[in-house]
Each structure stands twice: as structure tokens, then as C-alpha cells.
């Protein structure tokens, strides 16, 4: 006899069962009673018309994070049809108040630090990774201190020295890793194949080490840096961003990875201590510095920030790399075009192409009009979030109530900017979702204007403390980000992907082996290519 009809059978037994039946029934209805109340409680209780309008959600805590969560451009773009630029909506318990198109990038990035925190915002996340007085586990003025002393590592001078370096790795990589066993055989005329982003998650980590982060840790990829690499990055998800803390062994092994890694760079600092640098890399640049009050850096600072350097660079540039790769395999013409740049700028008399100098790598338009469209369509990082520190009007030219009205973001919120939105939106872009990196040759066009306005050369120029930079918040087009948290590996993200890019664009020809670009992924932190996503390739110049 089933249970529920046993409480029904006698007076008896509904009195043993009642507290059974109580907990059933709160068990099956109280999530539905809370559903009901947040549904009328969204429709009959009248709204705040100084707050921005709320996303309709049918579950409370959780709101809607599973549309955002699985396709935030799609969310963001039905969300603008219903309630405009400026909407809040709930995100396990958050709110989140978006800000979309230009303004709003200039809103939520342009904002004070005072008003608008990246610390409040992601030290639960990026602390246990990074680690302690770092980055968002220090107070923003401190930070940007910190920004200063990486830009001293990232000059003309390292770079110079970088692109030979990137291109060696590229180079051996091919030489000798499994994914390119056909091109290794140079008597085999065939089609080889790689999955696009294992392939450039190892090239990127691989040249990264070799050039930015030192000869250390690029022999400890062959050992065990890259298991505590791993274990660090299983440790960087979304899971983690929304749950900091959950009793989970890829929480305990983030933690147990970050200790490890941690020591791992103090040993290379106290060992160049005794013996010295001989590398222009970043280590050897950090231990130069030091703070507005004559501190230097200590050794365990230096390692947190090589950390966050390492993770901050390696996503962003594997996913866009990726990106790159199939956009260039899906398109015969730019890969021909991207190829014949090379051809015409470092074609010599033997029939060989010559290595670049790093000013003939800044004067390459073809290459560079691939990577911004890149960038446009796939900026790694959909959404970029800071924590509300005290109540924030809109500006009404970004959006109001009403026409004297004015919205106000409350404390304790999130502000919310989307780059990826204004990067593709058809009110400012023609054609949008197809991929044509030709769009940024054209002088008057829409993207020359969206990049000016970015990197605004003759432009205001502000210094947030870690020297002037553009301000570019007002740009639709801001692939890495805008303001005082303006990214600034931004020129090394571009020397690294640019040189992989020809570097194996001058080796073989690559083609899709599905019939289209894959699909978005958002359900990584950075935004990837969903499996499957192999590109077949072919050696060049098969005599
Ligand atoms: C900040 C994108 C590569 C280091 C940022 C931000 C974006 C971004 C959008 C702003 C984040 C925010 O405002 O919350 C990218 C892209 C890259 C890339 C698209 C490659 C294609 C790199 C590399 C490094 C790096 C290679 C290190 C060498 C940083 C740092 C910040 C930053 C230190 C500052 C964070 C802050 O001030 O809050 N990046 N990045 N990035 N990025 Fe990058």
C-alpha cells in the first residue's frame, strides 16, 4: 500500500502519520508556494519606479540563471526587446543590473572604483587561486600599483626579443607533437587533423612560459607544473564564481595547487636571488619594483601576481586563438590573404620566408584586421561584472523611467557591462555574426570609428596609477575591457596570437572539417568552440 493512501485510511493512522504527512506536504508544496508568491509578488506588488525594471523569473534564489547561464547574448538581447538598455536580473540570489550598448559599457567601466568595485566583485573567486595581497585581495590604489609594475615587464625591448622566441616554440611544436604526425612526414601529401583548442591551449601556455613567465617555469611544463596548472584551473569556473566554498575535491585540489604553485615561484625568485636574472621576463622585472613607499615587492606577492598572469593570459588568448584558427580554416580567402602577406613581406630570393622583426609584426594589416575580428565576434569574456558600493543614478541618456525620472542602482547590487553585446549588435554593425575582418580596412567605416574611439591615439588619456592609458569606456568596441581595469596584455596577447597565427599559417593550409564555425560555449568562464572543432591542415609547398 502506497504511503499517502495509508495516511487516509483510518483515523488512527492519519493521527500516527500526521507529522509525516506534515513534512510531506511541506516538501511538495512549499517550493511551489514560494514559486506562487514570487510569480504575484513580480505582478501585482507595485514596483519601485526608481529601480530598473526586473527580468520576470519564475524561481525565486535561482531567477535566471539558467538563460543566462546557457546563451547570455541571446538573454541580453531578448531582455533589451522587453525592457530596454538597463534591466535587473536575479542570478542565484544576486542582482544584477545590466547596462547595455556603448553607454552602458561607459557606465558600468567609466564608473569610480568608489561606486563600483572589481574587488567587491571577484576576490571570492580570484583569491583562492591567485592568492593573498594580490590583485582583487588588495585595495583597489594598491592594485593599480601593481598594474604599473607588470607594464614595466611587457616593453618594446622584451618583445623584441619575444617573437623569435614564439615562433621556435610554434616551430618545435609542430615538429614534434602527436596532433601533427602527418606534416611531420614530409614525403605524405595527406590531410592530418587537431581538435582547435587543445592544440592552442598547449602552444599558449607553451609560449607564454618560454617568453613571459621564464625559463623555469617553461622546463616545468615537461614536469609537474602542468598537473598543478590543472588542478588550479579546476578551480576557475563558473561553478566556483557563483560557490566559492563547496565541500568538492576540485576545491580541495585548487587549494592544495595554489600552495604548491606558490612555492614553486618563490623557489625561482629565491634561487635568482642568489645567482640573478639573466631573462627579460617578468619575474625579473617584478623584483626591480617597488611600491609608492619604497617597499619592494616580497616573494610571495611576486608569485601570486606570476599566477594571475599566467591564468589571466592563458584562456583569453587559447579561446581567441581557437576562434582565430576556424575562422581561418572556414575561409579560404582570408587564409589566402593572411598567407600572401607573408609571402610578399618576408618572401626571400630561395623561395624561404624570413623571421619577423617586432616593428615589421606592428605594420601587418591583414593580420591584424583577423585578430580585431576575432576578437569582435569572440571577446573571450561575455560579461563584466563590479559590486555596488553606494546608490548609483543612471545617466538618462543611457535610460530612465520617465521623462524627468531618473533609475537609481541600489547598494549591494552587481552592475553588469556586455561587450560581446555591443560587438555584434545590428544597430551598430552590418552584418554582424559573419565573420570579415575586411570591415576594418575600410578608413570611414563603422569599425574605424568603434576602434578609434577604443584606442583613441590622440585621445584623452587618463592615468588610473599604472600610467596613461586611452579610456575607450564609451567604445561599443572594447574586446579588453575599458577604464582603470583596462587589460594590459593586451600588445603581448596580440605579439603571441599573432605570431602563432603565421607562424603555422606559413606551414600548412588548414580547413574545416565540420560544415561551419562551432557554436559558443558558455558554460566555461572564457567563451570556447563546442566539440567537435577539428581543423584538418595540409603542408604547404608538397613537392
Ligand atoms: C583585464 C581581456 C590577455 C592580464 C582584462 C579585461 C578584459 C581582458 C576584458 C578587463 C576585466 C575587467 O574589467 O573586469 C583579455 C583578452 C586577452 C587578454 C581578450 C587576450 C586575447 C591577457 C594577458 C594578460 C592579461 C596575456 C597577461 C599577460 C590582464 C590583467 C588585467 C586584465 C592584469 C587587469 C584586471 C583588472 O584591472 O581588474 N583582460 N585579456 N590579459 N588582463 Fe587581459
Known sequence: MGYVSAVFDSTQSYVLASPGRAILLAVV????????????????????????????????????????????????????????????????GRKVTVALGAKGNNFVLGGKSTAFSAEDAYTHFTTPVFGKDVVYDVPNEVFMEQKKFVKVGLTTENFRSYVGMIEDEVDEFMKTDAAFLIYQMNDINEWGRFDATDVMAQITILTASRTLQGKEVR??????????????????????FMFPNLPLESYRRRDEAHKKMSQFYVDIIQKRKQFGDDEHDMI???????????????????????????????????????????????????QEALYREQVENFGTPDGKLRS???????????????????????PPIHSIMRKVRSDVPVPPTLAAPSENGTYVVPKGHFVLASAAVSQVDPIIWSNPEVFDPTRWSDPEGVAAQAFDTYADENGEKIDYGFGAVSKGTDSPYQPFGAGRHRCIGEQFAYLQLGVVLTTIIR?????????????????TMITMPKKPRNICFRRRNFD
Not at 62 to 67: C, K, L, T
Not at 219 to 240: A, I, M
Not at 359 to 368: C, G, S, T, V, W
Request: hydrophobic share 40%.
Open 29 to 92: 508544496y512549499s517550493p511551489l508556494l514560494a514559486i506562487i508568491l514570487n510569480v504575484l509578488h513580480q505582478l501585482v506588488i507595485p514596483r519601485d519606479p526608481s529601480l530598473p525594471p526586473v527580468v520576470f523569473h519564475w524561481f525565486p534564489f535561482i531567477g535566471s540563471a539558467i538563460s543566462y547561464g546557457n546563451d547570455p547574448l541571446n538573454f541580453f538581447f531578448k531582455c533589451r526587446e522587453k525592457y530596454g538598455d538597463v534591466f535587473t536580473f536575479i542570478l542565484f
Open 219 to 240: 622546463s616545468g611544463l615537461d614536469k609537474s607544473f602542468s598537473q598543478l596548472y590543472n588542478d588550479l584551473d579546476g578551480g576557475f569556473t563558473p561553478l566556483n
Open 284 to 334: 625579473a622585472a617584478l623584483r626591480t619594483q617597488k611600491y609608492r613607499d619604497g617597499r619592494p615587492l616580497p616573494d610571495h606577492e611576486i608569485a601570486h601576481i606570476m599566477i594571475a598572469l599566467l591564468m589571466a593570459g592563458q584562456h583569453t588568448s587559447s579561446a581567441t586563438g581557437s576562434w582565430a584558427m576556424l575562422h581561418l580554416a572556414n575561409s579560404p580567402e582570408t
Open 356 to 378: 619577423m622583426t617586432y616593428e615589421e609584426f606592428r605594420k601587418l594589416p591583414i593580420l591584424d584586421s583577423v585578430i580585431r575580428e576575432t576578437l569582435r565576434i569572440h
Open 507 to 523: 606551414r600548412v593550409e588548414l580547413r574545416l572539417e565540420t560544415d561551419s564555425v562551432p557554436e559558443q560555449n558558455y558554460h
